[in-house]
């Protein structure tokens, strides 16, 4: 490395509402999947971080939860994972919709008014819209006096990527990287089994099952027959979505279990059993004990 290509490195924090593609934008930027998505809006549920690393720079990305205002205990823990993001990284992207400026986002942009990094608007999913709808959009994001660049971009067409990978270049500080250069995410194994699992319930289970659903993994360090054996509970909060998550004769229970191993054996790159049971757990998303007990503590995340 010479003098005057210094390596650039820090932390980005991803913001913007509900599934406006953050975690998507993650995965395209990192090349794998180290977040779970969903057509769902609040599929994420705890900050999970995303290392892209180039010849000179390497960007860690805090996927955070959308920002909503709370009303259930778990919101609330989702938005201070948000929020705390905003404390220590060196930049903070702020996605939104190729549309005008809604309630939610207000909401968002007079918490970033008092960010201390600079702050870029990426306006994502333009593969949806016409380009000459987008002049508006930016125009009255230019208003607020907040952002420091406006970057159109589609995380699923991967448009407007390599400008966004410049930009990350140009704001970042010059710093060391921090972490391998093939290290792709800061979260442990065990969290990601739980996530792909939870992934699978969101895309399989229909209107309020999937978010009253928790993967928690027991145990996964056990060896059989040469597969990893891996013990997982879901907890439901009703005996209803208990039934509806096995599903008649245990038949989504088996498909929830089938795909997962799947997306499991390709990340560990190992053959995997996997034993799946369902538990009951009355309004798990308000008790603060449990949402500590299966890994939901906001201090783990901050
Ligand atoms: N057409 C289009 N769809 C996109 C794009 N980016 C993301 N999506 C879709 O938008 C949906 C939500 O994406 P996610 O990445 O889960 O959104 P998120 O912001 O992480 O959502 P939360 O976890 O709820 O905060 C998924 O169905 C994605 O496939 C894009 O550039 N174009």
Redo the contacts with the bound molecule.
């Keep these: 490395m010479t003098d005057d290509i210094k390596n650039k490195s820090g932390f980005v924090a991803l913001l ?10 993650m ?1 395209y930027l990192v090349g794998q999947k180290v ?10 549920r705890n900050k999970i971080s995303g290392i892209l690393t180039t010849d000179d720079m390497q960007a860690v990305f805090v ?4 920002i909503f205002k709370p009303h259930l205990d778990l919101d609330n823990y989702m938005d201070k994972a948000s929020l705390s993001s905003l404390n220590d990284v060196d930049l903070i992207l702020f ?1 939104v919709e190729p549309e005008k400026m809604g309630k939610g986002d207000a909401y968002i942009t007079d918490l970033l008014k008092k960010a201390k990094v600079p702050v870029l608007l990426l306006i ?5 819209v016409n380009p000459n709808a987008l002049l508006p959009i930016i125009d009255q994001y230019r208003q607020l006096d907040i952002f420091k660049e406006f970057l159109p ?5 991967g ?1 407007g990527i390599s400008d966004l990978i410049q930009v990350l270049h140009q704001y970042l500080p010059v710093g060391p990287k921090y972490y391998g250069t093939d290290q792709i995410t800061d979260r442990p194994e065990y969290f990601m089994v739980a996530e792909l699992i939870r992934e699978q319930i969101l895309n399989l289970t229909a209107e309020e099952v999937p978010h009253a659903a928790a993967v928690w993994v027991e145990q996964m360090n056990k060896h059989e027959n040469n597969k990893l054996q891996i013990e997982a509970t879901i907890y439901v909060e009703k005996n209803g979505q208990k039934g509806i998550i096995i599903g008649k004769s245990g038949k989504m229970l088996k498909q929830i279990g089938i795909n997962s191993r799947h997306q499991i054996e390709d990340l560990l790159g190992e053959k995997v059993n996997l034993h799946l049971w369902v538990k009951v757990q009355h309004n798990w998303r308000s008790d603060p004990r449990f949402l500590k007990q299966i890994g939901y503590n906001p201090k783990d995340f901050s």
């Design positions: 913007g509402r509900p599934n406006v593609g953050k975690s998507t934008l995965n977040a779970i998505t969903s057509s769902k809006p609040q599929t994420t996927d955070t939860p959308g996605m994502n999913k333009v593969d949806q971009v589609s995380a699923t067409q448009i």
